[in-house]
């Protein structure tokens, strides 16, 4: 079955912190990766994708992730954060239909 | 980017009455769209793949009788909530594909629905 796990449910971190957040996933099909952001208030918008080739993806704003297939891992990360970071972070994967995790709540302090 | 507009924002009914929930693209045509439930502080939930011009492929354990999935055009699928019940409260986001583009999808802004 197919299913993505994202360890950190709720994470808080200061301006300028490192980011890494961690997503497992379990697919049967042809492998497309996903992390998509949510502002409060605002939609899901895409903030890097995987669909083959290198494995270190760079998204917007800054975020990047790698896709470690011996793992099965698509981990998010981003060297310095900004307190606009504040929003729920998705993990998702998909090939006919995109299936999402439960999202980790990041939190930045000013 | 490719624009995904839903309507409306949000919706408040009673019991029992049924509610229809739009969802657009706006400059693209989507082949395929697709249905998504949030509980609160929880992650999206897939109800159904809407597919134009044939019928909605619903996923384990989501009535279709219930939430009507139409997908007559290109541009546009509704989701119709029917015989509303308080426990049908929640917040419906719609996704849409690009018609040969690949994988990726662009999201509604999601509609609240109040059943009381």
């Known amino acids: 079955a197919q299913s993505v796990s994202q360890h950190n449910h709720h994470v808080i971190l200061s301006e300028a912190a490192s980011l890494e957040l961690g997503c497992n996933y379990s697919?049967?099909?042809?492998?497309?990766l996903f992390w998509y952001v949510q502002y409060p208030g605002q939609h899901l918008q895409l903030l890097l994708k995987?669909?083959?080739?290198?494995?270190l993806v760079k998204g917007i704003k800054g975020f990047e992730a790698e896709f470690i297939k011996s793992k099965f891992s698509f981990n998010l990360r981003k060297p310095s954060v900004q307190w606009s970071d504040t929003a729920e972070y998705f993990c998702?994967?998909?090939?006919?239909?995109?299936?999402f995790g439960k999202g980790t709540r990041l939190h930045i302090l000013p | 980017g490719a624009v995904v507009s839903q309507h409306p924002s949000w919706v408040i009914c009673k019991s029992g009455t049924s509610v229809k929930i739009e969802c657009r693209s706006l400059?693209?045509?989507?082949?395929?769209m697709f249905w998504y439930r949030q509980f609160p502080k929880q992650s999206l939930m897939l109800m159904a793949t809407?597919?134009?011009?044939?019928?909605?492929?619903?996923e384990q354990g989501v009535e279709k009788d219930k939430f009507l999935i139409n997908h007559a055009s290109l541009t546009l699928s509704t989701l119709t909530v029917t015989s509303a019940h308080p426990e049908d409260s929640s917040f419906y986001i719609c996704?849409?594909?690009?018609?040969?583009?690949?994988?990726?999808?662009?999201f509604g802004q999601g509609t609240r629905l109040t059943v009381v």
């Open positions: 996704s849409a594909r690009v018609t040969g583009g690949g994988t990726e999808a662009f």
């Open positions: 697919y049967g099909g042809t492998v497309n």
């Open positions: 995987y669909f083959s080739g290198d494995p």
């Open positions: 998702a994967v998909g090939d006919d239909k995109i299936i």
């Open positions: 400059d693209f045509q989507a082949t395929t």
């Open positions: 809407s597919n134009e011009g044939s019928k909605a492929t619903y």
